[in-house]
């Protein structure tokens, strides 16, 4: 007869380890969710105002008389409070990012917590000045050639829903593409590039930043170029990190 199989005594502490990880995911997971309604219910009030501001950049450009319209019988409603989400969700990003790297940084080594903490750093303003180079600089600019090359006898009246929609996806655009610094030490810390590369790359870095840009922003040479040429000085910008942030770490390494 067979004798019965013992059960692994390892099983029940890998169990209860990941019971802890999971609650303690939750948990943060709920600190984060309870910051971003925090800040919507401060910012609801204001919610007509904040679309005032939003809109500010097309509508001072707009030709006399013209104005932004509501196409659905919901939209004078829901569309503040969309953007009041989105501004919660961008105001509170420092508390998710911040749940999110206390839940892992106890299973990351010393030179991994090293680097990751500038990266978050330097992700989260990146992130933030794109937003606000798309907003002060790159909007403004392409509503200027938008009202400019709409044909004659037609007048442009913008739906509110569709223009949330628009600047909220350039926002998150011009988010990521001023992300370059932190994507270059990220490829360079995992070894998918080198220093030397990155260095000798750089007229593929440009082809790349104007493609994007062409790609990105609305149909004018303005735009474009106001996206690309950042992109070029961010990525020298990442070269400059890769080597301030990775030589030390390769040091202490050996």
Known sequence: MAAPELENPDDGGIEEG?????????SRLMRAIVAVLVVLAALIPF??????ELAAPLVSR???GAHLIATEVASPFV????????????????????????????????????????????????????????YFLVLPAAFRFLTAVTPQGVEM????????DFVMLMFFAFGLCFEVPVAVVILAAIGVVSLEQLRSGRRYAIVGAFAIA????????????????PMCLLYELGVLAVRWLLKPAAAEAA
């Open 79 to 134: 569309t503040p409070l969309k953007l009041a989400f989105y501004a919660a969700l961008f105001i509170a990003m420092p508390v998710v990012v911040y749940q999110l790297w206390a839940f892992v940084r106890p299973g990351l080594y010393r030179n991994e917590k090293r680097l990751a903490r500038p990266l978050l750093v330097a992700a989260l303003f990146l992130f933030y000045l794109g937003c606000a180079f798309a």
């Open 47 to 52: 919610a007509n105002r904040l679309y005032t």
């Open 18 to 26: 990941l019971f802890s990880h999971l609650i303690e995911l939750r």
């Open 214 to 229: 062409a790609f990105i922003t609305p149909p004018d040479i303005t735009s474009m170029i106001m996206l690309a040429v």
């Open 157 to 164: 009246m913008t739906d509110i829903t569709h223009y949330l």
């Open 62 to 64: 707009l030709p006399q």
